[in-house]
């Protein structure tokens, strides 16, 4: 599985952004997804979790409220939609898929290469 993020990008800050991952080479029925983020000398941090279906979704306390995060089947593609973003949300976002959706990044066994969001104040 191949997977590409994209739709980063500067914002100022109250603004919005979204996020997407597609993946080709295999379809993501049954797997979960994740975002993830790494601001620059910290470690990577959990963003928020679906599975396939839509109907579970997990979100880290600092984004809940404020990040929605959503597939579409048919496009093979699961969405980032970010609002209110703050410069504390700065950082390399990326999705990754795994077996089922998770807070943990071990979890998961596919990659996208990240995509750069900058919140200015």
């Known amino acids: 599985v191949q997977l590409q993020a994209f739709g980063g990008g500067l914002v100022q800050a109250g603004g919005s952004l979204r996020l997407s991952c597609t993946a080709s080479?295999?379809?993501?029925?049954?797997?979960?997804m994740g975002w993830f983020r790494q601001a620059p000398g910290r470690e990577h941090e959990f963003v928020a979790a679906?599975?396939?279906?839509?109907?579970?979704?997990y979100y880290a306390d600092s984004v809940k409220g404020r990040f929605t995060i959503s597939v579409d089947n048919a496009k093979n593609t699961v969405y980032l939609q970010m609002t209110s973003l703050k410069p504390e949300d700065t950082a390399v976002y990326y999705c990754?898929?795994?077996?089922?959706?998770?807070?943990?990044?071990?979890?998961?066994?596919?990659w996208g290469q990240g995509t750069q969001v900058t919140v200015s104040s």
């Open positions: 679906i599975n396939w279906s839509g109907v579970s979704t």
């Open positions: 990754a898929a795994g077996s089922k959706w998770s807070t943990l990044r071990i979890a998961y066994d596919f």
């Open positions: 080479g295999r379809t993501l029925s049954n797997y979960g």
